[in-house]
């Protein structure tokens, strides 16, 4: 079975803090992935990493940035947290090809006072 | 830009009733996906949906793709109360990337 492991299931930051998301996965996939889901939202894609070193732009990137340095890891970055990124944050990975689907971790709740 | 509604976002139904939530979407794409997801927990793979007409099963859920509709639907037969949750469908765009729903947060009462 896939396994994708998300670092921390809660989390509390004060605003300005510089936070750490950490997700890994032992499926020896290339594509990682960070959502944020926020109620009647869904979930929008903040980055996405196809290749260590490699990332793309999601549909919310601002205010974020990530980090791939191995292929089993994707850290997400938030520079100096604010109370607007107060959301649950899912990653989730998937194999190149297009076809498949992608494995999500059990989410880590963020909540920046 | 790749746009999807799901509606309703939310709905309550009778144990033992029928219902269908509706995903649509903006532009043409190969792949859709249903996921489900129960409170406090990360989202359950349940449909891939590859080509059109494709239809799939499991147990009281049926999944098919209209892809000249841009319409996947997700039918529930016979509710029970364990397929309470919420349920999300995903479009397959360029990259792999994946755009999701807004979610149908289900509640079937006894």
């Known amino acids: 079975d896939v396994k994708v492991t998300q670092s921390s299931r809660y989390l509390v930051k004060r605003t300005g803090e510089k936070v750490f998301l950490e997700c890994v996965q032992d499926m020896d996939h290339e594509n990682m992935f960070w959502y944020r889901q926020d109620p009647g939202l869904g979930l929008r894609l903040i980055y996405f990493s196809y290749d260590v070193k490699m990332k793309e732009k999601g549909d919310i990137p601002e205010g974020y940035s990530v980090s791939r340095e191995k292929k089993e890891r994707f850290s997400l970055i938030l520079e100096s947290a604010s109370t607007n990124q107060t959301s649950m944050y899912l990653c989730?990975?998937?194999?190149?090809?297009?076809?498949?689907?992608?494995?999500f971790g059990q989410g880590t709740r963020l909540t920046v006072v | 830009e790749l746009k999807v509604e799901q509606n309703p976002l939310f709905l309550s139904m009778q144990e033992g009733k029928n219902y269908t939530i509706y995903c649509n979407y903006s532009t043409t794409s190969d792949r859709l996906y249903w996921y489900r997801q129960d409170p406090g927990k990360s989202l359950e793979s349940l449909f891939v949906?590859?080509?059109?007409?494709a239809v799939k099963q499991e147990g009281r859920l049926m999944a098919s793709l209209d892809t000249k509709a841009r319409l996947s639907t997700l039918h529930i037969t016979a509710a029970v109360h364990d397929l309470s949750a919420t349920y999300f469908c995903a479009v397959g765009n360029a990259g792999n990337m994946l755009t999701f729903g807004g979610g149908t947060r289900l509640m079937v009462k006894p």
């Open positions: 989730a990975s998937s194999l190149t090809g297009g076809l498949t689907e992608a494995f």
């Open positions: 949906l590859l080509s059109n007409g």
